[in-house]
């Protein structure tokens, strides 16, 4: 009788099981607990109630201003003859648009900024819309970057610079508008004005934005301040 394939078959079968011994041998493993990284804060947008608190003069200029009425425009009946002008529809609502809601409100799409609110009078909707009517037509942060970590910020700083507001990480969304920040709304993509269009930055950020006025404080800014008027004596600005 030929044992071989009977040896050989045994030898495997000896060998599988003397590899599984070291790990039936070894100790169950603890599983380790997953260490999850810190997350880093999103600025939110907050409004500009909340820039009026420090910054009143400013705020009150600006809300004479266009842009403080820019969501007005998206209503049924506005400005018929300029939409008419524009190949747009004067009698249509073009407030629930997407392509015109980035440039006629406040942080579109973005935490804390505008969202279209639905209708009903739930709770959850009159909260909502409620939401939404803050954040109507083209605010300070619109300009200045989304204001919530910043604001948080100044408060346990009195002597903040301002290099720590827009260059720190930790409250990143702050900037100094420039001529590109206001471009994005300001082109000749816009139905209101020619292709040929050319939105002059110098000129505009002195005219229909709000005026400036000289701080008390500095705060380390490497811009200069202008003074648009005198302020009003023993008036913070």
Not at 60 to 69: H, L, N, S, V
Not at 116 to 131: C, V, W
Not at 198 to 215: P, Q, S
Request: overall charge positive; aromatic content about 6%.
């Amino acid at each position: 009788m030929n044992t071989r394939p009977l040896l050989i078959i045994a030898i495997a079968a000896l060998t599988s099981t003397l590899m599984a011994l070291p790990i039936a041998l070894s100790p169950p493993q603890e599983p380790q607990e997953k260490v999850e990284k810190p997350k880093k804060e999103v600025p939110a947008f907050i409004g500009s109630i909340a820039c009026r608190k420090c910054h009143g003069d400013q705020y009150k200029t600006w809300k004479k201003t266009k842009m403080a009425d820019a969501f007005t425009l998206l209503k049924a009946g506005e400005r018929a003859e300029a939409k008419v002008k524009a190949g747009l529809d004067p009698k249509k609502d073009y407030t629930k648009d997407e392509t015109c809601l980035p440039c006629h409100v406040t942080g579109y799409g973005e935490p804390g900024g505008y969202a279209i609110p639905p209708k009903g009078d739930t709770p959850e909707a009159k909260k909502a819309q409620k939401a939404a009517s803050e954040m109507e037509g083209i605010q300070c942060e619109s300009c200045h970057g989304p204001a919530s970590l910043s604001v948080a910020h100044k408060k346990t700083n009195e002597k903040y610079l301002w290099e720590d507001i827009v260059k720190q990480e930790l409250l990143s969304g702050m900037r100094y508008p420039d001529k590109e920040t206001c471009a994005k709304c300001h082109n000749n993509e816009s139905p209101f004005v020619a292709k040929d269009y050319i939105f002059d930055f110098e000129k505009r950020k002195v005219e229909g934005t709000h005026l400036h006025y000289k701080m008390d404080f500095d705060h380390g800014c490497s811009h200069k301040h202008s003074v648009s008027k005198k302020k009003k004596k023993g008036k913070k600005s």
